[in-house]
């Protein structure tokens, strides 16, 4: 099982441009996402769509997905969206198991363009579809609710 939430650092932006304010957002596991805003709150409000704009590349050029590491102690951690993250196990699940586009969707009776739209993390897939995608590849989804931090 895999929890999409990567640990996340945040700094001043002065740290890295002495004249820049605010606060950049960056992680560690995921090197290519980072965001900036002017408070640190703003900045991690935003740093979901920097994550899954950085994964949405792994995707696109078939590179593994880097596994989120466990936070420091006090350490803000970021969460994916559901759909990104339920996408995105469906990518790592393909990939475990070395199933290409086309293999799944001849699974699932669709063409490998929609198995496609379905990694797509911009595209706003039916969950369910996700969902049979994973139970086709021997996967389960399951949707958890927590407190807000």
Known sequence: MIRFEYP???????????????????FFDVPEAHTQAGTARAALTKA??????ALGGYVELHRPLPTPSRPKRGQPVV???????????????????????????KRLGISEAAVRRMLDLDHRSHI????AALAALGKRLFVEVADAA
């Open 79 to 105: 969460a994916l969206p559901p759909l990104a993250a339920a996408k995105l196990a469906l990518y790592r699940a393909m990939q475990e198991a070395r199933v290409s586009r086309v293999a799944l969707g």
């Open 128 to 131: 369910g579809q996700i969902d």
């Open 8 to 26: 996340a650092t945040v700094h001043p932006a002065a740290k890295f441009a002495p004249r820049d304010k605010g606060y950049i957002v960056s």
């Open 48 to 53: 979901a769509d920097a994550l899954v704009a």
